[in-house]
């Protein structure tokens, strides 16, 4: 295991007798106290003996336990290796047993009818939800919308890069632009969308209602025409998150050496080529990164949704997580939710894979 | 009287004028940018001072053509003349504002050790855990990133009821750090690999052990990095909605929950409202201009290679 470490330790471990095997013991012997544990709460629930539990936090401490254990025991058995382990031991535990386990758990509840105001419980239900899904007009509508909300990066990405490159172009006044320019990454969604959805936008005295009656639209209603509805949330949504593209493009310009655009400039490339044959190739990598993770989180659009329109004019605006929220909302229903998150989980993960093999491909056959 | 000797040729002048035009417009479009940067800021900012006429003229300038009024504030509780009398407005949004402090803080601290450690170790050793090898590791963690919130909300939530954990912190807290857990080690990824192994070998020929290196030589060099982290890593769960809104209901909720449930109802004014919504974004606003090196530092980390 020691070969390609960075970092050569040469350690002499001493591992009597009876270190290694009180090691052994809390490795083994914790999740056997986390079985017992579990196996009791499981006889209360399933078998009708009674042991006064309220809930399942037992379990969960001797989840707890059996994770401390394990931690504690790979250094016991294992020395100065077992310290090493310890570095990314306590990350990987809390990472797959906060995903990997709900996600298993989610599984069951997908394939299940299962309303939590209802007494009956949960009730295992095939592939009942799938074809609910596959029939639900709404949840079609809301995975289009998504491709749209998608597409709106392009143009948020065009803008960032002109924000940036006018940034680190020779200014006065720089960090008072810089600060400016981050600030709507630091406001809360929610607070924004009434900033902006509720109050700027109001039809009768909003200050934007009021520049748009200026400029000539007669009746500023930005939420009650579907594609203008779905144009003003698009708007808001990159008002957040331009400047987080612009900075990620910014750091790519400043980490450009000089010499290069002087070099192209020596060569006769004037303002326009040397942007174009010069930085923008050189920009690639930064960019493709930018717009990956402004992908993520684009998918992830739901706050600004359910606080300005909840979807609306007729799911116009809705987008997947927005409408999974008021499916549980309006009918509490866990297991049909569950079951379009996960196919929602599948189509982005299916996606994204596509997307950064395509773009390691890109990149690998232009360098 | 002296006479000028040297002239600036005409296609000199004519490239200082090109130079003018392009300054111009260079500045105009970044002005341009600021105002729509900041004007949704600045207009909640003074609409919380604004009474209900000025409201509805849609009054812009405070002193020319309204007069700023406590009205907001004092439905708030927050104006001078009702700061020191009892106000349950105020007691119910001091309680959502600790609860954001509480829960932001604690789980972008938790992140950050716990992130720093993992990305530590990836960045010195190589592991191997069944067939998955360092490379997969890191990518394990950072495809946590992907993954939706919505996904896991519903499981969350019914495991929460379960394990009693709906509406209290500690259940926010441990998904919010699970939430910012790649952000954290892809910063500090970045960070450790710029720092050089001589360090520790150094410490460790000293007598130090491997943690203690790390505690002592290595985390003091990579503290820029951690405080971007964590900087970032505040702003994200300051601002979360949406496991937020699930996930509590009374006793955890935090600001942006009772911002939101707030929006939807009729009877709040115009005015109170603003004032909410601007002292809800009020910190973030400090730390946005406080410690906006740290927060470009830390997004540009990933760009970078």
């Known amino acids: 295991m020691s070969e390609g470490d960075l970092l050569h330790v040469v350690a002499s471990d001493n591992i009597g007798p009876t270190r290694r095997i009180l090691g052994l013991a809390l490795i083994w012997g914790s999740p056997a106290v986390l079985a017992l544990v579990a196996l009791v709460q499981m006889l209360q629930v399933w078998g009708g003996f009674d042991f006064g539990f309220t809930n399942w936090r037992p379990t969960l401490y001797a989840f707890v336990f059996y994770a401390a254990c394990l931690c504690w025991g790979q250094v016991l058995v294992k020395g100065e290796q077992g310290k090493r382990i310890l570095f990314v031991l306590p990350a990987a535990l809390f990472v797959v047993s906060l995903t990997v386990f709900p996600l298993l758990f989610g599984l069951i509840i997908a394939f299940s009818d299962w309303n939590l105001s209802s007494p009956d419980g949960r009730q295992f239900n095939g592939m009942a939800n799938l074809v609910q899904m596959w029939h639900d007009p709404f949840y079609w509508n809301a995975l289009i919308n998504m491709v749209w909300y998608v597409l709106a990066i392009l143009p948020e990405y065009i803008v960032a890069f002109l924000l940036a490159l006018m940034l680190n172009a020779d200014i006065r006044g720089q960090k008072f632009f810089r600060v400016a320019f981050l600030m709507p990454l630091m406001l809360s969604p929610v607070a924004v969308s009434w900033m902006i959805g509720k109050s700027m936008m109001e039809t009768r005295f909003g200050p934007l209602a009021n520049l748009m009656k200026h400029l000539g639209w007669e009746d500023p209603s930005f939420f009650s025409s579907p594609w203008i509805a779905k144009s003003t949330m698009m708007l808001m949504d990159a008002w957040t998150f331009i400047p987080f593209m612009m900075i990620m493009i910014l750091a790519g310009l400043q980490a450009i050496p000089k010499e290069l655009q002087e070099a192209a400039r020596v060569d006769g490339a004037t303002g326009w080529r040397a942007f174009w044959e010069v930085t923008f190739p050189l920009m690639l990598p930064v960019s493709i990164t930018a717009v990956l993770i402004r992908l993520i989180f684009k998918l992830k659009l739901a706050d600004i949704v359910i606080s300005v329109t909840s979807g609306g004019p007729g799911g116009a605006t809705d987008t997947v997580t927005s409408f999974i929220f008021r499916e549980y909302r309006d009918r509490s229903n866990v297991g049909y939710g569950t079951m379009l998150a996960m196919v929602y989980l599948v189509i982005i993960i299916v996606g994204m894979t596509l997307l950064m093999k395509a773009a390691d491909r890109y990149m690998k056959s232009s360098y | ?305």
């Open chain 2, 1 to 305: 009287m002296t006479t000028q000797i040297f002239r600036d040729s005409a296609a000199d002048r004519t490239f200082r004028a090109k130079w003018w035009t392009g300054r111009v417009v260079i500045y105009g479009l970044l002005i341009f940018w600021a105002i729509v940067a900041l004007f949704p800021i600045y207009w909640t900012m003074t609409t919380s001072f604004k009474m209900a006429p000025d409201v509805m003229k849609g009054s812009l300038v405070p002193w020319w053509d309204f007069t700023p009024k406590w009205l907001g504030w004092k439905s708030l509780g927050l104006s001078p003349s009702t700061i020191f009398e009892q106000s349950t407005v105020r007691g119910e949004f001091l309680r959502r504002f600790y609860n954001s402090a509480v829960i932001s803080v604690s789980s972008s601290i938790l992140a950050v050790i716990l992130g720093s450690m993992a990305a530590y170790g990836l960045s010195r050793f190589s592991y191997k855990f069944l067939w998955m090898k360092n490379a997969d590791i890191s990518f394990f963690f950072l495809s946590q990133l992907i993954l939706p919130p919505v996904v896991l909300a519903l499981p969350f939530l019914v495991l929460y009821r379960e394990l009693a954990l709906l509406d209290t912190q500690i259940g926010l807290i441990l998904l919010y750090t699970l939430s910012v857990l790649p952000i954290v080690i892809w910063i500090m990824r970045d960070q450790f690999a710029g720092i050089p192994t001589e360090l520790e070998e150094a410490a460790m020929v000293d007598g130090q052990t491997i943690w203690g290196a790390y505690l002592t030589i290595i985390l003091p060099i990579a503290l820029p990095g951690m405080v971007a982290a964590l900087i970032l890593s505040l702003v994200l769960t300051w601002n979360e909605y949406f496991f937020a809104a699930l996930l509590t209901s009374t006793y955890a909720n935090t600001l942006p929950v009772m911002v939101a449930s707030q929006t939807g109802s009729q009877g709040i004014s115009w005015w109170s409202m603003a004032a909410l919504s601007f002292a809800a974004i009020l910190p973030l606003i400090i730390i946005g201009i406080g410690l906006e090196r740290f927060i470009i530092k830390g997004m540009a980390a990933g760009a970078v290679k």
